[in-house]
């Protein structure tokens, strides 16, 4: 069960990073991702498939004025 943001996630195991982003509702273009203590390229957001050992936290930009 992948650890995100501090919570455990069990449907997330299995899932790529890019599709649990989707399913959570975030934007992809307006976030960090910090992924097992190191922040992760957009790029690589596709290819990383979360698993029990993963921890990630998820940064959302907000605009303010």
Do not use: H, Q
Request: hydrophobic share 40%; proline share 2%; glycine share 10%.
């Amino acid at each position: 069960m992948a650890k995100i943001n501090g919570k455990i996630i069990s449907e997330a195991d299995g899932m790529s990073l890019s599709a649990y982003i989707t399913s959570a509702g975030y934007v992809s273009g307006r976030i960090a991702v910090e992924y097992n203590e190191a922040i992760l390229p957009k790029e690589d957001y596709d290819k990383t498939i979360l698993s029990s050992a993963d921890n990630v936290e998820i940064v959302e930009f907000m605009g303010g004025g």
